[in-house]
């Protein structure tokens, strides 16, 4: 007799988190190096949107916020015109829509498909969303109005800057879906983390956790930095041995004397 046919298994459901301020507030003072070493221990391999850099340089400041994502398609010529621009919200526009939408503590990720032939977006709706309570911006494309962006404090991390209007090539197809950014699959929620160095992608639910063991390791590796500075040799200090360990657990304890 014919075989069953099979039945998919459905996809396990992730129940969301939300990470709270105060988590993100202790994760933007953390380093981009601790927090992809704690996540390479627990089998992260890249978490870094390698390729992205600030427009503000390494006055950048850091941040840390909750991930809204926006996917973008190749543009069409019967849709991506001058007059989807219009007033009021529409399907075609979702950009304007996302930009609407997101929250204070967002961060907003944009899928652009590595694809810096046109601007992701410029100064106006950059400025929308910080005014909005965004903590910054982020695309794997290009941004246009790069001088102006660049002289905000307000982080906008790209692959470039050019003038070419987004209706060129890309497309505004999701919002809030999962997407890649940078080679790097983002999902809605996720904290986005960046210093002059990087932006990091870091699971929603391992924020907390993360921010705990990272807050740890800058203070240990704070310390070791201090003894490498006099002179010392790395075997048994980088990475720290349990006696290196101990000699920093009693340093703090005695109060973080200047060492000799």
Same mark, same amino acid.
């Given at each position: 007799?014919?075989?069953?046919?099979?039945?998919?298994? $459905?996809? $396990?459901?992730?129940?969301? @988190?939300?990470?709270?301020? =105060?988590?993100?507030?202790?994760?933007?003072?953390?380093?981009?190096?601790?927090?992809? =070493?704690?996540?390479?221990?627990?089998?992260?391999?890249? $978490?870094?949107?390698?390729?992205?850099?600030?427009?503000?340089?390494?006055?950048?400041?850091?941040?840390?916020?909750?991930?809204?994502?926006?996917?973008?398609?190749? !543009?069409?010529?019967?849709?991506?015109?001058?007059?989807?621009?219009?007033?009021?919200?529409?399907? *075609?526009?979702?950009?304007?829509?996302?930009?609407?939408?997101?929250?204070?503590? *967002?961060?907003?990720?944009? *899928?652009?498909? %590595?694809?810096?032939?046109? !601007?992701?977006?410029? #100064?106006?709706?950059?400025?929308?969303?910080?005014? %909005?309570?965004?903590?910054?911006?982020?695309?794997?494309? &290009?941004?246009?109005?790069? /001088?102006?962006?660049? %002289?905000?404090?307000?982080?906008?991390?790209?692959?470039? @800057?050019?003038?070419?209007? +987004? /209706?060129?090539?890309? #497309?505004?197809?999701?919002?809030?879906?999962?997407?890649?950014? !940078?080679?790097?699959?983002?999902?809605?929620?996720?904290?986005?983390?960046?210093?002059? *160095?990087?932006?990091?992608?870091?699971?929603?639910?391992? !924020?907390?956790?993360?921010?705990?063991?990272?807050? &740890?390791?800058?203070?240990?590796? &704070?310390?070791?930095?201090?003894?490498?500075? +006099?002179?010392?040799?790395?075997?048994?200090?980088?990475?720290?041995?349990?006696? =290196?360990?101990?000699?920093?657990? +009693?340093?703090?304890?005695?109060?973080?004397?200047?060492?000799?």
């Amino acid at each position: 007799m014919p075989a069953a046919p099979l039945t998919p298994t $459905p996809a $396990p459901t992730r129940a969301p @988190v939300r990470v709270d301020d =105060t988590v993100l507030d202790r994760l933007a003072r953390i380093s981009s190096g601790s927090l992809t =070493t704690q996540l390479y221990k627990k089998g992260f391999r890249q $978490p870094v949107l390698v390729g992205l850099r600030p427009l503000q340089g390494l006055q950048v400041p850091r941040f840390a916020g909750r991930a809204f994502t926006l996917r973008m398609i190749p !543009a069409r010529e019967d849709i991506d015109t001058y007059a989807t621009l219009t007033t009021a919200p529409n399907a *075609d526009n979702l950009q304007w829509v996302g930009v609407e939408q997101t929250q204070p503590g *967002d961060v907003m990720v944009i *899928d652009s498909r %590595r694809d810096a032939s046109a !601007a992701s977006m410029g #100064h106006m709706l950059v400025t929308r969303m910080m005014k %909005r309570g965004v903590r910054g911006v982020v695309t794997d494309g &290009a941004f246009r109005d790069g /001088l102006e962006l660049a %002289r905000m404090t307000f982080p906008t991390w790209s692959a470039g @800057v050019t003038a070419t209007t +987004r /209706l060129s090539f890309h #497309h505004v197809a999701d919002l809030q879906v999962p997407i890649a950014c !940078a080679g790097v699959a983002v999902y809605p929620g996720d904290v986005i983390h960046g210093d002059a *160095d990087n932006i990091t992608v870091v699971p929603a639910h391992l !924020a907390a956790e993360l921010a705990q063991l990272c807050e &740890a390791q800058d203070d240990l590796e &704070a310390y070791l930095a201090l003894r490498v500075q +006099r002179g010392e040799a790395l075997w048994g200090l980088y990475p720290p041995s349990p006696e =290196t360990r101990e000699q920093h657990r +009693r340093w703090v304890a005695d109060g973080r004397p200047a060492l000799d």
